[in-house]
């Protein structure tokens, strides 16, 4: 039986079993972009229920149900193809088609619900930044990691790195980066009320908020997987070189 440590990092939870992340996402803790903190400061911090966390982390780490993938396991150069063709493609899919959406409802509905202009600068404003650190790590980052991979299965001394003297550093540019875009989207999500339409809101209006509360979800996920799974890895595989 699993017992939960209160010192224990936040991000490493979810790491080992991505199911808890929906604990922290209930109780409105990051776990992506502010992870590297032990639950016990969080609750102290946050006024959060210590025992109330722990007995739910508790029940989903000692459930009967089927763990989640555990991307943990996978190597790196497989975790950046995936990160690259499943949440990348996903933001340069969704984001445009949810700007239109919300484009429509500050046309019909900006002049009643003038939060609405703000949640439509902040969306795109993160739109626009994500598609240029996407590309940053497509073309920059990613490779590299890849390199290092081939090197170190076939025996080849580490690829160069000329252009950032370190992983790190690039490393450290998308982190800044994601805790940005973390921001962003904690203040849409209080401007929203957690994505809660107008009780007489329209079809599209609903289904805008349902794509920005799932579009911040697949974000959450999208940075969990790179600051607390694969920049971890890469730092640690440079260094065993």
């Known amino acids: 039986m699993t017992t939960v440590d209160p010192q224990k990092h ?31 400061e969080v609750c102290e ?5 210590l025992d109330s966390i722990v007995y739910d982390l508790n029940r989903v780490l000692n ?25 990348h493609r996903y933001v340069l899919e969704k984001a445009p088609v949810l700007k239109q959406f919300l484009d429509k409802l500050c046309k019909v509905h900006g002049a009643r619900n003038p939060e609405l202009f703000k949640v439509n600068e902040l969306f795109t404003d993160s739109a626009n930044e994500l598609f240029s ?12 990691i890849r390199e290092m991979v081939e090197a170190k299965n076939s025996g080849a001394p580490k690829p160069s790195t000329e252009k950032f003297f370190t992983v790190e550093n690039p490393i450290e540019k998308m982190l800044h980066e994601h805790e940005t875009e973390g921001d962003r989207f904690r203040e849409i999500s209080e401007i929203t009320n957690d994505y809660t339409p107008p009780a007489d809101a329209c079809n599209t209006y609903r289904v805008a908020y349902k794509m920005l ?14 600051n607390n799974i694969l920049f971890r890895d890469a730092i640690e595989l440079e260094k065993s070189f």
């Open 213 to 226: 509360e799932e579009f911040e979800k697949d974000l959450h996920l999208h940075i969990h997987l790179e």
């Open 10 to 40: 936040i991000r490493d939870f979810v790491a080992a079993d991505f199911r808890t992340a929906a604990v922290f996402s209930k109780h409105k803790i990051d776990f992506c972009c502010k992870g590297n903190r032990p639950i016990s």
């Open 133 to 144: 650190h996407m590309k940053d790590e497509e073309e920059i980052l990613f490779p590299y």
């Open 45 to 49: 911090q946050k006024k959060i229920d």
């Open 63 to 87: 459930s009967t149900t089927e763990q989640s993938i555990d991307y943990k396991s996978w190597p790196s150069d497989l975790l950046a193809d995936y990160i690259q063709k499943k949440h």
